[in-house]
C-alpha cells in the first residue's frame, strides 16, 4: 500500500505536467498562431494549383510527400526542444518560430487529402488510435479541472479589462488617458507661463519708476 503513493504521486504529476503542456499548446501556440496562419493558407488563392495537384496526386506519392513534411516538422520540434534544455533559448524559440507556419501548412495538407490518406489501413488505424487518445486526455479529470479553472480566470480577466478599460481594450484607454493626462500637463504649464509673463510685467514698470 505504501509503494502505491509514490507510483500514484509520480503518474498525477506526470499526467499535471502533459495536461498543462497540452492546455498550453492548444490556448497559446495553437489559437495565437498556428491557427491564423492555417486560415491564412486556406484563403490563399496561390494554393489553388497546390490543391488541384496534390488532389490528383499518386497516393503513394501523396503519402511521401506528407511523411516528409511531418517529419521535418516533429524533426525541428525536436531540434528547438534541445536547444531549449540545453539553455540555449533564443535558437531555440527561432526553430520553434520557423515551424509553426510548416506544421500549419502540414494541418493543411492533411486536412486537403485526408481521404486520399486514409486509404491506407495502417495510418487510418493510427490516426484514430492517436485521436481516441486525445479524446480520453481531454476527458480526463484533471484536464477538465484545469480547463474550467483557466476559463474562469479568462472570464475574470474579461471582466476586469472591461471594468478598466471598457471595451476599446487596454491599448485604446492608455491612449486615451495619455491625451487627457497630455492636455493637462500643457494646460498647467500654459497657466505657468502666463503666470510668469504677467508677474515680469509688473516688475518691469516698478523699477522704471525707482530710476
Known amino acids: 500500500m505504501s509503494n502505491l503513493k509514490p507510483k500514484n504521486f509520480v503518474i498525477k504529476s506526470a499526467e499535471s505536467i502533459l495536461v498543462v503542456g497540452y492546455i498550453l499548446f492548444e490556448e497559446l501556440i495553437w489559437d495565437v498562431f498556428a491557427k491564423p496562419i492555417y486560415q491564412y493558407f ?89 485521436m481516441g487518445w486525445i479524446e480520453k486526455f481531454i476527458n480526463s479529470d484533471i484536464h477538465v479541472y484545469i480547463k474550467a479553472r483557466i476559463v474562469t480566470l479568462r472570464a475574470k480577466m474579461k471582466q476586469f479589462s472591461l471594468y478598466y478599460f471598457g471595451k476599446e481594450g487596454f491599448v485604446a484607454s492608455v491612449k486615451t488617458h495619455y491625451l487627457i493626462y497630455t492636455s493637462y500637463i500643457v494646460n498647467i504649464f500654459k497657466i505657468q507661463t502666463l503666470f510668469g509673463t504677467s508677474k515680469n510685467s509688473k516688475t518691469i514698470p516698478s523699477q522704471t519708476k525707482l530710476d
Not at 82 to 99: D, Q, W
Not at 101 to 120: H, N, R, S
Open 42 to 130: 486556406k484563403s490563399l488563392i496561390i494554393l489553388e494549383s497546390l490543391k488541384k495537384t496534390f488532389l490528383e496526386m499518386n497516393r503513394y506519392v501523396l503519402l511521401s510527400v506528407f511523411i516528409f513534411i511531418l517529419g521535418i516538422t516533429e524533426a525541428m520540434g525536436f531540434l528547438s526542444g534541445f536547444f531549449i534544455i540545453n539553455g540555449n533559448f533564443f535558437p531555440g524559440i527561432f526553430v520553434y518560430s520557423l515551424k509553426i507556419p510548416v506544421a500549419a501548412f502540414t494541418f493543411w495538407l492533411f486536412d486537403l487529402t485526408k481521404d486520399q490518406l486514409m486509404t491506407f489501413p495502417w495510418l487510418k488505424k493510427a490516426y484514430h488510435y492517436i
